[in-house]
């Protein structure tokens, strides 16, 4: 089982960014996928999930009206689409798996596994 996270970079304040995560190794159009954040020294925390079937989506509150998320069941893929950025979204971004999309994504520390992230940085 796997997941790589891609398409962090540094960008300005009020940029975008779409991040990729590719799933391999498990049934991925069976499975909810979701994103997490991590600044360093803080906790991993929340940022969107969605369902096998897309008809589920849920954004941290905060990141509402400026982050989407999607997916492509053909491609094992899941999108992170981040827009107006601001320095505060500075930090490393994993995507994670499960086979539903219930309130356990709330706490980052259920999830046993993690890929190796992709690194967002947004200056001002």
């Known amino acids: 089982v796997r997941v790589v996270e891609s398409g962090g970079e540094l960008v300005q304040t009020g940029g975008s960014l779409r991040l990729s995560c590719q799933a391999s190794?498990?049934?991925?159009?069976?499975?909810?996928m979701g994103w997490f954040r991590q600044v360093p020294g803080k906790d991993r925390e929340f940022v969107a999930v969605i369902s096998a079937n897309s008809g589920t989506k849920y954004i941290a509150t905060s990141l509402r009206g400026r982050f989407t998320i999607s997916r492509d069941n053909a491609k094992n893929t899941v999108y992170l689409q981040m827009n107006d950025l601001k320095p505060d979204d500075t930090a490393v971004y994993y995507c994670?798996?499960?086979?539903?999309?219930?309130?356990?994504?709330?706490?980052?520390?259920?999830?046993?596994?993690w890929g190796q992230g992709t690194q967002v940085a947004v200056s001002s």
């Open positions: 994670n798996y499960d086979r539903t999309d219930g309130s356990h994504w709330f706490a980052p520390q259920t999830f046993a596994q």
């Open positions: 190794g498990f049934d991925f159009e069976n499975y909810a």
